[in-house]
């Protein structure tokens, strides 16, 4: 996947994240917890989905530790120089399941 192809989608499994990043599924979850910027939506079901936010996150976060080999503790303190919007990005998050569920609900009436 291109970076067009990561424009097109919404969201992400944690599988097309590993895809797309080359980064292993138990670095992104690891990562997801050490570093607190990568917050996917948790679905009923307990599956990731990761945003395009997060996405471009776990890229600079392979960046540094890869290419210019920082440390974890390196890394945070580039991160932290960044700013990103928390509670929006949250907020967003939950009303979209929400949304997505009150979608489903319907979808199932009607199928009765």
Known sequence: MGIEEIEQKDYFSIGDVKRITGVPEYSVRYWEAEFGLIRPIRLESG?????????YTILKIK?????????LEGAKKQLSKYQFPAVSKTE????????????????EELLK
């Open 63 to 71: 960046d540094l530790i890869y290419k210019h080999k920082l440390t």
């Open 47 to 55: 599956h990731r989905r990761y945003t395009k936010e997060d996405v």
């Open 92 to 107: 967003k998050a939950h009303s979209d399941v929400k949304l997505l569920t009150e979608i489903k609900e319907i979808l």
